[in-house]
């Protein structure tokens, strides 16, 4: 189970009556968090800081426990900052600044000074806030009273980010070939991505995959299939096409527990003894929380998991999608979002089938694939690239619909969607910041998951939605002159 380590600050002023009352206080405190956090992250309460030598001690404990995801701190007193400054320096991990109280209301009657010397997180959590703007460590703030449905949201939310974060630091992606040949927006600076989210990105042949798939057993090979058609219709008679899919999915399962992979990218230029580009076997592993990207785009990879992982324990679905084609009929525009053939399955609405099409790219035999209609609802649509000096995120808030009519001629799975706050202002808003045409789209999380990652990891973050103006154009592409 992750943790999150609780850090309250106080001093050695008030005196030993009112550290212990601190002590309590915090106790019921973590508590009552520890119940409402339950499945997601256990609360360990740390002493409480006094001195800059106990802040350096708890946080140093908190970046040793890998099971630790994060630091949850707060003033119960006036807690001086200078205190916190090394300790601060050792940890490297998502902090949340929680700003609170023990109390909810005023005792007006009762209040005295020595109450007000104990409850000052009003006083104390500002000085705590200044040093952390000083040192210019990326953390979130949460106000409020703790026990308040949305500050317990808030911290919830903060466990789930802070476990995606966790992850980001932990990810190995596979690129099985390189970047698709002339493609801009899916290459960038690898060794940047691993200094800032820690992911790793290592280079194999897909030869690899190949010679693993030429491997497998008709057993496993039998076993996946079964896999298959438990999830799956069978809606092909080319059923060694399929059982070629289910190869590779025993050879990407086997490369992926051998070499503690978290996601992969494969390219239909860099086909290499395969018969195939893998389809079922990406749609297939997506669903399982691998993440994917396809031309090499490893950013999308990375990304596509760390939102999966994001949003593990909410309802709704995760996953890579391309921008493909739009149906612009004025004041009604749809934007039609698929792949060739790597559709997460996890976006189905209807029990995908399994079709076996020729592919007009990659000159390779005709690939088995999941074809559906996708899923509907709010949703954002999210993606990660890289500006040469900086990374930028860019959120937008879509609306998935129904697609307007069958497409019985496509034999891809796909989803369809509304642009917010319309058309013209959504889709030149996602122009205009450079977003990718590879993106997350996701029904699970919203622009304030979006945000909080993006705050936690100091990246560049573009949000466009129902509040985004013309106006607002303007600042997402401000050209150096
Ligand atoms: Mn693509």
Redesign the pocket.
Do not use: A, V
């Given at each position: 189970m992750s943790k999150l380590y609780f850090i309250p600050g106080s001093q050695d002023l008030y005196g030993e009556e009112c550290l212990k009352k601190v002590a309590s206080d915090c106790m019921e405190m973590v508590d009552f968090l520890q119940e409402k956090l339950k499945g997601i992250a256990d609360i360990v309460l740390m002493p409480t800081v006094e001195t800059s030598q106990i802040c350096v001690e708890d946080m140093r404990k908190a970046q040793a426990d890998d099971d630790c995801v994060g630091v949850i701190t707060w003033m119960h007193t006036f807690s001086p900052a200078k205190m916190w400054i090394k300790g601060l320096q050792e940890l490297r991990k998502p902090l949340l600044h929680l700003h609170t109280q023990a109390n909810e209301k005023l005792p007006y009657d009762e209040i005295d000074m020595d109450f007000m010397n104990l409850n000052q997180a009003a006083h104390g959590d500002r000085e705590y806030g200044y040093i952390l703007a000083r040192l210019n460590i990326p953390h979130e703030v949460v106000a409020g009273y703790y026990r308040h449905d949305r500050v317990v949201k808030k911290i919830c939310q903060f466990a789930r980010v802070a476990k995606a974060v966790a992850l980001s630091h932990n990810t190995l992606v596979a690129t099985f070939g390189n970047n698709?040949r002339d493609v801009a927006v899916?290459d960038g600076n690898r060794l940047e991505a691993e200094i800032k989210y820690g992911w790793e990105i290592k280079y194999w042949g897909i030869g690899e995959i190949a010679k693993l798939a030429g491997e497998a057993s008709d057993a496993e090979v039998d076993a996946k299939m079964a896999e298959y058609e438990s999830k799956y219709t069978m809606a092909t008679d080319n059923i060694e096409a399929v059982r070629e899919q289910a190869r590779y999915e025993v050879a990407f399962d086997k490369f992926i527990e051998k070499n503690k992979v978290t996601a992969f990218t494969d390219t239909f230029q860099d086909l290499y003894g395969m018969k195939q580009l893998p389809g079922i076997a990406a749609q297939n592993l997506m669903a399982k929380g691998i993440g994917f990207g396809?031309?090499g785009?490893y950013k999308i990879a990375a990304f596509s998991s760390v939102c999966m992982k994001m949003a593990e324990g909410l309802d709704g679905a995760t996953g890579f999608i391309?921008d493909y084609t739009y149906d612009l009929t004025e004041g009604e525009e749809l934007e039609l979002a698929s792949?060739?053939l790597e559709v997460p399955a996890s976006f189905a609405q209807n029990k995908p089938e399994i079709q076996v099409h020729p592919l007009g790219i990659g000159g390779k035999e005709d690939p088995a694939r999941l074809v559906f209609d996708g899923i509907t609802g709010d949703g954002i649509q999210v993606t990660l690239i890289d500006m040469g000096d900086h990374f930028r995120i860019i959120c937008a808030d879509i609306e998935l619909v129904k697609q307007p009519k069958p497409m019985p001629k496509l034999p891809v799975a796909r989803i369809m969607y509304r642009h917010k706050p319309d058309f013209e202002i959504g889709t030149a808003g996602w122009c205009y910041a450079g977003g990718a045409?590879?993106a997350v789209v996701s029904t699970a999380l919203d622009r304030s998951d979006i945000a909080m990652f993006a705050r936690l990891t100091g990246t560049e973050l573009i949000c466009i939605g129902d509040d985004t103006t013309e106006a607002d154009l303007q600042k997402f592409f401000m050209p150096k002159y």
């Open positions: 698709m899916t396809p031309e785009d391309e792949h060739m045409h590879h």
